[in-house]
């Protein structure tokens, strides 16, 4: 008992134990017209209902009236059982105190809001609903980015009137890790590209006997589409999801915030060096990675269809335009810019928490890739428009 006492006055008791409780309890009481009223006694709390709905439900059936005038006590707890009960048992509930009304009014309410919430909406008003979402959302990105490429444009504005203020060091730290970095994976890549189409070309290219032409399908290809194209995915996936996951982790640590306040553009020396130093990038990976392209259809055209090494480059030279080279070119800056704009952007929509890094560097590599497939569609209908097809 001492030990007892101790515990509940430190409060680890918030009830008496089992043994020395007041359990609830229930009567069935039989008017002299026959009508059923369930009463029930004792406290109706938490600890001391047991299994109280259990029993009601093996022992009563019909009932006029729920009476719990004979209620001590009462918390939401019962008040819910109550509630439960008189919906159940299609029964009125008499005799409740003002206490135990205004639990059971509020239980009321909580239950009907309840119901109608786990009602289901039908499918055409959940489709509606998700295409609505959509739409906001692709309305509020949209201003976001306008905005976005508003304040780059400002900042770029101001960069050129005042050069000093362009952050040498970060712009060629970021080439070193936009191009420097990446010129062995896409190597390898570009050159792997090369043996896909010069092999498979061949393939094609012998049951009509021209052979020969896989030289220019491979150059023109590499110089025009591939070697651009799969450069700027390999730099979407590597670098533009670097960009958003770098400032993303910035916006979360207050680093962004922290800049603004000591008068520090994020734009100028975040996003800036960044921009520009893809876009370069995209140029020198862009033309290496068509070189490489060749070369690896050269190896493989060596083995499969015996056009030797250096007259398969040497053929390359005549037969693919030089416009072809100007063409992948003139898109790759182009790509770069997207690239970066797309990563920084939803770097710097970061606000909450460090899942939504990872959720903004997944949509800016998306964003990224689909973007520059897009464009590369446009630039191939212009090209051939203007004769460079």
């Not at 680890?12 to 309890?25: Q, T, V």
């Not at 059971?104 to 909580?110: D, L, S």
Request: aromatic share 6%.
């Amino acid at each position: 008992m001492e030990a007892r006492a101790i515990l509940a006055a430190t409060g680890i008791f918030a009830h008496d134990p089992p043994s020395m409780r007041e359990w609830a309890d229930f009567t069935l009481e039989q008017d002299d017209g026959g009508a059923v009223t369930l009463s029930l006694s004792g406290p109706l709390r938490v600890a001391s209902i047991g299994d109280l709905d259990v029993r009601i439900d093996e022992a009563v059936g019909e009932v006029s009236a729920i009476d719990i005038s004979k209620v001590q006590e009462i918390d939401t707890t019962g008040a819910w059982l109550v509630a439960n009960l008189s919906d159940e048992l299609d029964a009125g509930i008499t005799g409740a105190s003002d206490q135990a009304a205004r639990l059971i009014r509020a239980v009321g309410k909580v239950r009907s809001s309840e119901e109608e919430f786990a009602q289901p909406p039908g499918l055409i008003e959940r489709t509606a609903a998700e295409l609505g979402e959509i739409i906001v959302k692709f309305g509020k990105g949209t201003v976001e980015a306008i905005g976005f490429i508003g304040a780059l444009l400002i900042a770029l504005g101001g960069t050129i009137r005042h050069p000093s203020r362009l952050r040498t060091k970060a712009l060629v730290h970021q080439m070193q890790l936009v191009g420097i970095n990446s010129l062995l994976i896409i190597g390898l890549m570009s050159f792997l590209v090369g043996i896909v189409i010069a092999q498979q070309g061949a393939l094609q290219l012998k049951e009509f006997g021209a052979e020969a032409l896989t030289v220019n399908l491979t150059g023109r290809l590499a110089f025009r589409e591939l070697g651009i194209l799969m450069t700027a995915i390999m730099v979407a996936g590597r670098s533009g999801s670097s960009f958003a996951a770098q400032i993303g982790t910035m916006k979360l640590t207050e680093e962004v915030d922290a800049m603004r306040t000591i008068g520090v553009s994020p734009m100028e020396a975040l996003v800036i060096p960044r921009v520009l130093a893809t876009m370069f990038m995209m140029v020198v990976l862009g033309f290496y990675a068509s070189l490489v392209a060749i070369v690896g259809g050269a190896f493989i055209s060596t083995i499969q269809l015996g056009i030797p090494f250096m007259n398969f480059l040497e053929r390359i030279q005549e037969v693919v335009p030089t416009y072809d080279m100007w063409v992948g070119l003139t898109k790759a800056p182009v790509f770069g810019l997207i690239i970066a704009i797309a990563g920084c952007f939803h770097g710097m929509q970061v606000k909450s928490n460090s899942e939504e890094v990872g959720l903004r560097t997944t949509q800016a590599v998306v964003t990224a890739i689909f973007a520059v497939i897009v464009l590369d569609a446009f630039f191939a209908v212009f090209f051939t428009e203007v004769g460079w097809g």
